[in-house]
């Protein structure tokens, strides 16, 4: 008997708890399952445990969103996660930085009504391709 197929999940980081309930039905609308963090301390932690196919991260939070991205990115266990940064700041030093650091894609706020719609599609089409965040752990062979 075959399994149901799992729904998509992504990880909502934002210090805006109007933006991340936003975010979250939106998720819900486009069939994604989501995970939440309002305080930017547990993001590295549940991108661990989770594994989401896209992270939407906030840079303007308690820690440094650049710093988490970049940590994010040097983590073997989430360096294949598709992050998306959302933030208000539109310069393009910031931009740069970014993706310089490993962000799939830099959206600044407001976000339009296709935002979630572009987020399931990354997040299904990384789903649908194994999603290499979602790979076993390689094992020693000793």
Do not use: W
């Not at 109007?18 to 819900?28: F, G, I, T």
């Not at 700041?89 to 979630?116: H, N, V």
């Amino acid at each position: 008997m075959e399994s149901a197929p799992r729904l998509p999940v992504i990880l909502i980081s934002d210090d805006e708890p109007l933006m991340v309930s936003a975010l979250a039905r939106e998720a819900r609308r486009q069939g994604l399952h989501f995970i939440t963090d309002t305080s930017s301390e547990h993001v590295h932690e549940l991108a661990r445990r989770h594994r989401p196919e896209v992270i939407i991260l906030d840079i303007n939070q308690r820690i440094d969103g650049r710093d988490l991205l970049s940590r994010l990115k040097r983590d073997p266990a989430t360096s294949n996660c598709r992050v998306i940064v959302l933030t208000a700041i539109e310069d393009q030093f910031t931009r740069a930085l970014c993706m310089k650091l490993g962000a799939d894609e830099y959206q600044t706020k407001p976000i339009d009504s296709t935002f979630m719609q572009r987020v399931a599609k990354l997040a299904r089409a990384s789903a649908d391709a194994g999603t290499p965040a979602r790979a076993p752990a390689p094992t020693s062979s000793a």
